[in-house]
């Protein structure tokens, strides 16, 4: 079975500082790693993606995150936050089922950008 | 690209009653999922179309819920006999394929009296 860990459920910083949203998983396969943005009574959107290749990638918004693979990691980063990145963040591992995707989802940190 | 669409965003109903939703997912896209989110919770699976097929069902899908999607286009999702363990957002995704993202509608937000 699959599992997500979100290590820090909230995580405060002030604006224009940098962002770090830690994120591990398990896994006995290959996975794919996912992570989403949710703000306040919408859906989830997503933020980025990892399938293969380069470890460090790049989403939308200005964030990255790199894949750690000896250390089953998948943070989430940015350099310069927004108040406007106030939200839940959600990092997700897929397994494959049937022809389709099933996302396991962590328990969310829900980030907030003071001024 | 018009989305996801859920239909009703907010279902306030009393505990016992039968409850339904609705999804339209992405036009071109054959996958379909729906997963349940309760309060400060990430999502959870609960069941996968691919066209018409449901292919897989969550341990969470208990007999007072069923999904359909008839014609592979909108599905629906119906509760009967609420409890208030039901309360919680409902989600809706589609995707093109197998290797695609997931994308996800607003939700249906639903409240248990």
């Known amino acids: 079975a699959q599992s997500v860990t979100q290590l820090d459920s909230q995580v405060p910083v002030f604006e224009e500082a940098p962002v770090e949203l830690r994120c591990n998983y398990s896994?006995?396969?290959?996975?794919?790693l996912f992570w989403y943005v949710q703000y306040p009574n919408q859906g989830l959107q997503l933020l980025l993606k990892?399938?293969?290749?380069?470890?460090l990638v790049k989403g939308i918004n200005g964030f990255e995150a790199e894949f750690n693979k000896s250390q089953t990691s998948f943070h989430l980063r940015k350099p310069s936050v927004h108040i406007s990145d106030t939200a839940e963040y959600f990092c997700?591992?897929?397994?494959?089922?049937?022809?389709?995707?099933?996302?396991?989802f962590g328990q969310g940190t829900r980030l907030t950008i003071n001024p | 690209d018009t989305g996801v669409s859920q239909n009703p965003r907010h279902k306030i109903t009393k505990r016992g009653q039968n409850v339904t939703f609705r999804c339209d997912p992405i036009?071109?896209?054959?996958?379909l999922y729906w997963y349940r989110q309760t309060l400060g919770q990430g999502p959870e699976f609960l069941t996968y179309?691919?066209?018409?097929?449901?292919?897989?069902k969550s341990r969470l899908l208990s007999d007072r819920f069923s999904a359909e999607r008839p014609k592979g286009s909108f599905s629906t999702l119906e509760i009967q006999r609420t409890e208030q363990g039901d309360s919680a957002m409902y989600l809706c995704?589609?995707?093109?394929?197998?290797?695609?993202?997931?994308?996800f509608g607003d939700g249906t937000r639903l409240s248990i009296l």
């Open positions: 896994s006995s396969v290959s996975v794919y």
């Open positions: 036009s071109e896209h054959n996958r």
């Open positions: 990892y399938l293969s290749g380069s470890t």
């Open positions: 995704a589609s995707s093109l394929s197998k290797d695609q993202p997931q994308h």
């Open positions: 179309f691919q066209n018409e097929a449901q292919l897989e």
């Open positions: 997700a591992v897929s397994s494959f089922f049937q022809g389709a995707q099933k996302l396991v």
